[in-house]
């Protein structure tokens, strides 16, 4: 629990502090939140899995908000391409691979060996989805 508000506290500083983090970003986290969330509670009616307590959406939201984080700082770095293409695939490439080895990470410091959510491809489909924030423009 003590890692949970570690990380909860690092992340609300994080949006906070961050001048690219605005309630933009805010809305979309608690969007994918709110679907996961969702996602979750059927789940555990219809197939049986563990009921999400308290501690597991707090992880949740704190997941998707780091991932939606990383996508949103890496799309400033390189921002979206307007059309599609081989550029766009690299792109997807170079976020998703890396966010993937993260979302392990997170995973064994959140919830341990014994994880009931796949908090990897959480935070890797959040990182994905937030790296679409900057567009860039044609002249």
Request: charge should be positive; glycine fraction near 8%.
């Amino acid at each position: 629990m003590f890692v949970t508000v570690l990380f909860a506290v690092t992340t609300l500083v994080l949006f906070i502090v961050h001048p690219y983090l605005d309630l933009v970003v805010l809305k979309k986290v608690f969007g994918i939140a709110l679907f996961l969330e969702l996602f979750y509670l059927i789940g555990s009616y219809l197939s049986g899995w563990p009921f999400p307590t308290p501690e597991v959406i707090i992880q949740l939201i704190i997941v998707v908000a780091l991932g939606v984080a990383l996508g949103v700082i890496f799309s400033k770095i390189w921002p979206l391409p307007d059309r599609k293409g081989m550029e766009r695939m690299a792109r997807t490439i170079l976020i998703v691979i890396p966010a993937l080895g993260l979302g392990v990470g997170l995973q064994l410091i959140l919830q341990g060996q014994s994880a009931t959510q796949a908090i990897y491809l959480i935070f890797a489909l959040s990182a994905w989805l937030g790296s679409g924030h900057f567009v860039k423009r044609r002249i």
